[in-house]
């Protein structure tokens, strides 16, 4: 009996074709016959059966094998083996057991020198071959596989007979062969070399060189790499006359099954390094040998192998990264260096069992005796390795499981393994992350691909392109091949179709390379929730975020959600980006992978499934930016809500993410920016502008001036866009509240102003109070006092009504100060210090510091330093443990003004210059003029009058700028003080009657003090 599976299944009985086999029973006999002598388990057999197997698979597959043992003649050993099926067979008894076993005959030939037996046993070998591996049968899953490692062992074979025909000068014969081959398979490197080299030797010089040519433009275009350098070695001795010998090197004992190192191959040093290091034990265990009566090497005992993981994205480089190493270390493993791609990516890994047989044939086991099942043949694999001497490569691992059977047993061998997985169930195996490619070596891997002239030319778009490609080696390799394809492009004409994001994945294709292949590997692995995740997380815009986004895109609990997440991380579809200053994880997408996931959910998900989940991840940030807002203001407090629905986390994922809401809001800073854009693009008015309000003061705490000016400046839009009159009021009264900051006074009461009228159109009393109180303070600040006061006393109702105990300190410290300024401390300390006892009812410690503070300058102001030096360093201390900048530098100006006092004008002079430095840090001119007017203080008192003018100067500029006509007031009757104490009495008169006009017009206390200098110099 005899079997054929090279070409259409076939089985002989006596010479004769005596068996008709078709359908399901054909595809169970060609999966058989590929893996002859091997169990081949039913899920193999039944993903080869079916694309999407039915319910009834398992009985179907039983009903084919009872018709197939029918079928065959008696004596056919067609075994059930646990859950699989075991087709044994004799030696010759099927064509690929007897196409192996003449092959490695004829390999051993030629190592010997007998070329012409050689020739003539890869001639019999090669006729074997009817067709293509099952021919006319259709096969599926991992069997396709299969069928290509079978095509793949003849074309080696055609080209190990390529070189023996060439020993035997058959240069005709081997050009025709090698054409024929070339046609089907191009890119084969090995078979362009034989075919320049047979060329060569034939005597067309023109034609080798002509042949050299068109193996690089084939490399350039499909793969974008440049040819080996045992082809540039050939060319260049063609060029120069030369030709290798005409008889082959003999070939290095043991056997090499690495894939041809990159030849530009760039950068990756240290990990090199790394690698290099790990296998060095087995290196110096398999070469160090010492002279009888040696001293032995001190090396480090071990009876391990060594074992190194490359793990990373996809695309990365960690096949190209593992090659290159295993070349490196080639010589070190004389025994042989075995590879095999392992496809753990794909939804059908390479079973072990079927690795294990590949393995042991390339160790020259026969086919006829590799034994079935797993267990046995792992015995047998590490009996062939032991006190060996290999490098063992395994490309896309899925998992430990599939790896434990193919690790070597003893310390001579090492292995090197790359995977998508971090895979840290590996005993003792030292594992190397590797991360996107540094921009200084994409950019040298560029100039490789396109040629360092053209890199030169166009530096900024070559920058550019390396930005867009994210750091990752397949893209920018893609996107070198391009240019190399097309030298008439520009640079720039690339960088401008990868700028568009929506199809820079399109881009990003070439030949059979593309970006998105390998990430639709990682995609199709996960299981059907994950794979849902990675779709939704792509709608987001936040660079990075935390597992609570995840619980709200699917609407599940966050546990749930966070298992999903690392099931991402895992395939490194995600990436972890750090930690908060919670101790939070965060991640992050590349934005290579985050386009291919927002193609994915467009593709799977409806545009109410899109909506709906992106409406519940921009409501979670609505609810833990509340909740961040409350635990800062102490309540629900100085600030207007809407009707927006609200998806919130677990009470616990809550409290653990916004306990500390300045830590908060220092993580999600950039997210929410993002969140209300997101929300205005959807229309949800409602919920645009109650995110921004919420994180004001948040912002305004940490003085994330950009993002409150970004989240309002949006969210006014999306209002006025959707006629929502009370957002529209809200997010003006918050705009006002900045330029209030930034010392823009104008600004801020025109949008009072528009916000005022807008609140009352809304008839919301308590919006309408918000605005009055800041209205009140814009006024406060400019002085005019009896104005602020009058719109204290109406916000007053509107915010008891509310129950808003927040803007209640607010009002009562406003309305303490204001006294203060006039010089009527007894009537500012009840309001200050009723102020402080509600806010420390209330947990506002930034209200409670603030009113603190003006308790401070009233004690400084009656003289009592000590009293006020205690307010201010205990303000101080809060708002440094906070992270208030404003606060701090408020509170450390207070202490400097003490200390001056105190006349310690040393500790003056660095409290003053903390202070400088925090204001000149968030850009507040007013509280900079305020530190300034202490300095000049400062310089008058150490008699350094012209820098004491030159500092007062620069208040009032900066108090007229603002204005600030208090302050201006103050800083011209200090100027005149200064004035006086340097002899220039003029000019000292001069500068109070101007300090005089400005305190009148502002009721300030400080006019009659002015009053009475200007008349007794006068007199």
């Known amino acids: 009996m005899f079997f054929g599976i090279l070409g259409p299944v076939c089985v002989r009985l006596d010479g004769r074709q005596s068996i008709e086999l078709s359908g399901k029973p054909s595809v169970v006999l060609a999966s058989l016959l590929l893996n002859v002598n091997t169990t081949v388990s039913r899920d193999r057999l039944i993903a080869a059966l079916w694309e999407n197997a039915p319910h009834s698979a398992v009985s179907n597959l039983q009903t084919y094998v009872a018709r197939l043992r029918k079928a065959l003649p008696a004596g056919t050993r067609l075994l059930t083996k646990g859950s699989g099926y075991l087709l044994q067979a004799g030696a010759d008894e099927v064509d690929l057991l007897i196409f192996d076993q003449e092959v490695r005959q004829a390999r051993l030939e030629a190592e010997r020198g007998e070329a012409g037996a050689a020739a003539e046993r890869f001639e019999r070998a090669l006729a074997l071959w009817r067709g293509q591996p099952a021919e006319g049968t259709p096969l599926g899953g991992d069997l396709l596989a299969r069928v290509a490692e079978v095509e793949e062992r003849r074309t080696e074979t055609l080209l190990d007979y390529a070189e023996v025909k060439l020993v035997l000068g058959a240069h005709k014969e081997i050009i025709d062969d090698l054409h024929h081959l070339l046609a089907e398979q191009p890119l084969r490197e090995k078979a362009w070399y034989l075919l320049m080299l047979a060329h060569a030797r034939a005597g067309q010089r023109d034609k080798a060189l002509d042949t050299y040519r068109r193996a690089r433009d084939v490399l350039v275009e499909e793969l974008g790499v440049e040819p080996s350098k045992d082809l540039q070695d050939l060319q260049s001795m063609i060029l120069g006359g030369g030709l290798p010998p005409v008889a082959p090197e003999p070939r290095a004992r043991g056997i090499c099954q690495l894939p041809p190192d990159i030849a530009d191959f760039v950068g990756r040093q240290g990990e090199l390094a790394t690698a290099l290091e790990t296998l060095g034990p087995a290196r110096q265990r398999a070469t160090t040998s010492e002279p009888a009566g040696a001293e032995p090497a001190r090396i480090p005992p071990t009876l391990t192998v060594p074992l190194c993981v490359i793990s990373g994205q996809g695309g990365v480089g960690k096949t190209a990264l593992a090659i290159h190493i295993a070349h490196h270390a080639r010589h070190d493993f004389p025994d042989g260096q075995l590879y095999?791609?392992?496809?753990?990516?794909?939804?059908?890994?390479?079973?072990?069992?079927?690795?294990?047989?590949?393995?042991?044939?390339?160790?020259?086991?026969?086919?006829?005796?590799?034994?079935?099942?797993?267990?046995?043949?792992?015995?047998?694999?590490?009996?062939?390795?032991?006190?060996?001497?290999?490098?063992?490569?395994?490309?896309?691992?899925?998992?430990?499981?599939?790896l434990y059977p193919l690790l070597p047993g003893t310390p001579g061998c090492a292995v090197l393994i790359t995977s998508r997985h971090r895979l840290t169930g590996l005993p003792a195996a030292r594992m190397i992350d590797l991360p996107m490619m540094p921009s200084g070596e994409a950019l040298e891997l560029l100039r490789h691909l396109i040629g360092a002239d053209r890199a030169a030319e166009a530096s900024g778009d070559a920058d550019t392109l390396v930005q867009l490609c994210g750091g990752l080696p397949l893209a920018v390799r893609i996107a070198g091949a391009k240019l190399a394809a097309r030298p008439h492009w520009g640079l720039d004409q690339l960088v401008t179709r990868l700028s568009d994001t929506r199809s820079r994945l399109r881009q990003l294709s070439h030949g059979s390379q593309a970006v998105r292949a390998s990430l639709a590997v990682g995609y199709q692995g996960l299981t059907s929730p994950a794979r849902r995740l990675f779709r939704l997380l792509g709608l987001l815009e936040a660079q990075d975020f935390a597992a609570w986004t995840a619980a709200a895109l699917l609407d599940m609990p966050h546990?749930?959600?966070?298992?999903?997440?690392?099931?991402?991380?895992?395939?490194?579809?995600?990436?972890?980006?750090?930690?908060?200053?919670?101790?939070?994880?965060?991640?992050?997408?590349?934005?290579?992978?985050?386009?291919?996931?927002?193609?994915?959910?467009?593709?799977?998900?409806?545009?109410?499934?899109?909506?709906?989940?992106?409406?519940?991840?921009?409501?979670?940030?609505?609810?833990?930016?509340?909740?961040?807002?409350?635990?800062?203001?102490?309540?629900?407090?100085?600030?207007?809500?809407?009707?927006?629905?609200?998806?919130?986390?677990?009470?616990?994922?809550?409290?653990?993410?916004?306990?500390?809401?300045?830590?908060?809001?220092?993580?999600?800073?950039?997210?929410?920016?993002?969140?209300?854009?997101?929300?205005?693009?959807?229309?949800?008015?409602?919920?645009?502008?109650?995110?921004?309000?919420?994180?004001?003061?948040?912002?305004?705490?940490?003085?994330?001036?950009?993002?409150?000016?970004?989240?309002?400046?949006?969210?006014?839009?999306?209002?006025?866009?959707?006629?929502?009159?009370?957002?529209?009021?809200?997010?003006?009264?918050?705009?006002?509240?900045?330029?209030?900051?930034?010392?823009?006074?104008?600004?801020?009461?025109?949008?009072?102003?528009?916000?005022?009228?807008?609140?009352?159109?809304?008839?919301?009393?308590?919006?309408?109070?918000?605005?009055?109180?800041?209205?009140?303070?814009?006024?406060?600040?400019?002085?005019?006092?009896?104005?602020?006061?009058?719109?204290?006393?109406?916000?007053?109702?509107?915010?008891?009504?509310?129950?808003?105990?927040?803007?209640?300190?607010?009002?009562?410290?406003?309305?303490?100060?204001?006294?203060?300024?006039?010089?009527?401390?007894?009537?500012?300390?009840?309001?200050?210090?009723?102020?402080?006892?509600?806010?420390?009812?209330?947990?506002?410690?930034?209200?409670?510091?603030?009113?603190?503070?003006?308790?401070?300058?009233?004690?400084?102001?009656?003289?009592?330093?000590?009293?006020?030096?205690?307010?201010?360093?205990?303000?101080?201390?809060?708002?440094?443990?906070?992270?208030?900048?404003?606060?701090?530098?408020?509170?450390?100006?207070?202490?400097?003004?003490?200390?001056?006092?105190?006349?310690?004008?040393?500790?003056?002079?660095?409290?003053?210059?903390?202070?400088?430095?925090?204001?000149?840090?968030?850009?507040?001119?007013?509280?900079?003029?305020?530190?300034?007017?202490?300095?000049?203080?400062?310089?008058?008192?150490?008699?350094?009058?012209?820098?004491?003018?030159?500092?007062?100067?620069?208040?009032?500029?900066?108090?007229?700028?603002?204005?600030?006509?208090?302050?201006?007031?103050?800083?011209?009757?200090?100027?005149?003080?200064?004035?006086?104490?340097?002899?220039?009495?003029?000019?000292?008169?001069?500068?109070?009657?101007?300090?005089?006009?400005?305190?009148?017009?502002?009721?300030?206390?400080?006019?009659?003090?002015?009053?009475?200098?200007?008349?007794?110099?006068?007199?």
Not at 341 to 367: H, M, Y
Not at 781 to 803: F, I, K, N, S, W
Request: glycine share 8%; charged share 25%.
């Open 559 to 1019: 546990a749930e959600a966070e298992d999903l997440i690392e099931q991402l991380v895992d395939v490194r579809l995600l990436d972890v980006a750090g930690h908060d200053p919670s101790g939070q994880a965060r991640f992050r997408f590349h934005d290579l992978t985050r386009a291919y996931a927002r193609e994915c959910a467009e593709a799977e998900e409806s545009d109410n499934e899109r909506i709906a989940a992106l409406r519940r991840a921009l409501s979670a940030w609505l609810a833990l930016t509340r909740q961040a807002h409350v635990r800062l203001c102490g309540g629900h407090y100085r600030l207007p809500y809407g009707r927006s629905p609200l998806w919130s986390p677990d009470p616990e994922i809550v409290e653990r993410h916004v306990r500390d809401p300045l830590a908060w809001v220092e993580a999600e800073r950039a997210g929410i920016v993002t969140a209300v854009g997101q929300s205005a693009a959807l229309g949800a008015d409602e919920l645009c502008w109650e995110l921004a309000s919420s994180a004001m003061h948040l912002f305004e705490t940490r003085s994330f001036y950009d993002e409150w000016r970004a989240t309002h400046e949006t969210a006014l839009l999306c209002a006025r866009t959707s006629g929502n009159v009370r957002g529209q009021a809200t997010v003006l009264n918050g705009l006002a509240g900045l330029f209030l900051a930034r010392d823009d006074m104008q600004r801020s009461g025109e949008a009072l102003e528009e916000a005022l009228g807008l609140f009352e159109k809304a008839e919301d009393r308590h919006g309408h109070a918000l605005v009055l109180v800041n209205l009140a303070e814009l006024h406060r600040l400019e002085g005019r006092y009896a104005q602020a006061l009058e719109l204290y006393e109406q916000a007053t109702e509107g915010v008891a009504r509310a129950g808003d105990h927040g803007t209640e300190i607010a009002i009562m410290r406003g309305i303490g100060h204001i006294h203060f300024n006039q010089g009527r401390y007894d009537l500012a300390g009840p309001y200050l210090r009723r102020a402080v006892r509600l806010a420390d009812d209330t947990g506002d410690v930034r209200s409670r510091e603030f009113a603190r503070i003006i308790l401070g300058e009233i004690e400084l102001a009656r003289g009592d330093s000590a009293a006020a030096e205690a307010g201010f360093s205990q303000a101080m201390s809060y708002f440094d443990t906070l992270g208030f900048p404003r606060g701090t530098a408020y509170a450390t100006l207070g202490l400097a003004s003490a200390r001056l006092a105190q006349h310690d004008l040393v500790d003056a002079e660095r409290l003053l210059q903390r202070a400088l430095a925090i204001y000149d840090n968030v850009g507040e001119s007013l509280g900079r003029a305020r530190v300034l007017f202490a300095r000049a203080e400062l310089r008058r008192l150490q008699g350094r009058f012209d820098e004491a003018v030159a500092t007062l100067t620069e208040v009032i500029e900066i108090c007229q700028a603002i204005p600030a006509p208090r302050r201006h007031g103050l800083a011209l009757r200090a100027l005149g003080d200064v004035h006086r104490e340097a002899g220039d009495l003029p000019a000292a008169v001069d500068a109070w009657r101007r300090s005089l006009a400005i305190l009148e017009a502002t009721s300030s206390s400080e006019a009659g003090q002015v009053a009475a200098l200007i008349k007794q110099h006068l007199l």
């Open 340 to 402: 095999i791609n392992l496809r753990g990516g794909e939804n059908r890994p390479t079973d072990p069992e079927e690795a294990l047989g590949r393995f042991l044939r390339a160790l020259e086991v026969d086919s006829a005796t590799v034994p079935a099942g797993l267990d046995q043949r792992a015995e047998l694999y590490r009996g062939k390795l032991a006190n060996g001497r290999y490098l063992v490569v395994l490309d896309d691992a899925a998992d430990e499981g599939q």
